[in-house]
């Protein structure tokens, strides 16, 4: 229906039977109707829980169903009616505080000055977005052959963008790390123990040390 509408204004335009203000005119409620209808669509597939009770849903949908309604009314302010009722859905998706936030991230292979940079401006963009957040879960394969001098420009790249509510910072060793330079000649099962593997043991207990506590024997934590 909104697809056969929006054609037949179209063909009109076409024809010049409808100046450019008389079309919008003419468009703006439907276009209005079909993003409530949208949003309706997602909060009718969102389950209650600890972040979005059934409540804080339940008068979200009643929200949009009385701006769908308010859209009609002949001399209606659309704008101001769209605009009022996605500032609430704004507010609403903010959902429940958390208890605990923290970042997460993997697979950086950090090779070059530029992914340093790239890994630089992300901490700082997390920040940002969450400068509340209490830890910080880096889940290996950061730097990419896990070489001593990538692994120190790696942490400095991590010490300097840490946020200032940081409390935890816990760092893995990935396939990357543990493979090195011969990653492209690992075995899926080796029988033994690679050579860069003492290399690399060593590295993330000495540059993981300061964020370890008293554990500084084992690189992962117990």
Same mark, same amino acid.
């Given at each position: 229906?909104?697809? @056969?509408?929006?054609? &037949?204004? %179209?063909?009109?335009?076409? %024809?010049? &039977? =409808?100046?450019?203000?008389?079309? &919008?005119?003419?468009?703006?409620?439907?276009?209005?109707?079909?993003?409530? /209808?949208?949003?309706? /669509?997602?909060?009718?597939?969102?389950? #209650?829980?600890? %972040?979005? *009770? #059934?409540?804080?849903?339940?008068?979200?949908?009643?929200?949009?169903?009385?701006?769908?309604?308010?859209?009609? @009314?002949?001399?209606? /302010?659309?704008?101001?009616?769209?605009?009022?009722?996605?500032? !609430?859905?704004?507010?609403?998706?903010?959902?429940? +505080?958390?208890?605990?936030?923290?970042?997460?991230?993997?697979?950086?292979?950090?090779?070059? /000055?530029?992914?340093?940079?790239?890994?630089?401006?992300?901490? @700082?963009?997390?920040?940002?977005?969450?400068?509340?957040?209490?830890?910080?879960?880096?889940?290996?394969?950061? +730097?990419? $052959?896990?070489? +001593?001098?990538?692994?120190?420009?790696?942490? !400095?790249?991590?010490?300097?963008? =840490?946020?200032?509510?940081?409390?935890?910072?816990?760092?893995?060793?990935?396939?990357? !790390?543990? %493979?090195?330079?011969?990653? *492209?000649?690992?075995?899926?099962?080796? @029988?033994?123990? $690679?050579?860069?593997? +003492?290399?690399?043991? #060593? *590295?993330?207990?000495?540059?993981?040390?300061?964020?370890?506590?008293?554990?500084?024997?084992?690189?992962?934590?117990?």
């Amino acid at each position: 229906m909104h697809s @056969a509408y929006s054609n &037949a204004l %179209r063909h009109l335009v076409n %024809r010049r &039977a =409808l100046s450019a203000d008389e079309i &919008a005119q003419s468009y703006q409620p439907l276009g209005y109707g079909i993003a409530l /209808d949208h949003l309706s /669509d997602r909060l009718n597939l969102m389950t #209650a829980g600890e %972040r979005y *009770s #059934a409540e804080a849903i339940e008068t979200m949908k009643a929200s949009v169903a009385q701006a769908k309604e308010d859209l009609k @009314a002949e001399d209606a /302010d659309r704008t101001a009616v769209y605009a009022a009722v996605m500032d !609430e859905y704004e507010e609403f998706m903010e959902g429940t +505080p958390a208890n605990l936030s923290f970042h997460v991230v993997s697979d950086l292979h950090t090779s070059s /000055d530029a992914s340093l940079n790239l890994f630089e401006t992300a901490l @700082a963009d997390m920040n940002t977005v969450n400068p509340d957040a209490k830890a910080i879960l880096l889940a290996g394969d950061l +730097p990419q $052959n896990g070489k +001593p001098e990538e692994m120190t420009k790696f942490y !400095e790249k991590l010490d300097a963008g =840490l946020g200032e509510k940081t409390e935890g910072v816990f760092v893995c060793m990935g396939n990357q !790390e543990m %493979r090195g330079p011969t990653s *492209s000649q690992w075995e899926d099962r080796p @029988a033994g123990v $690679n050579a860069h593997y +003492p290399i690399i043991s #060593a *590295s993330c207990l000495e540059n993981n040390g300061k964020y370890m506590g008293e554990q500084t024997d084992k690189v992962y934590y117990d």
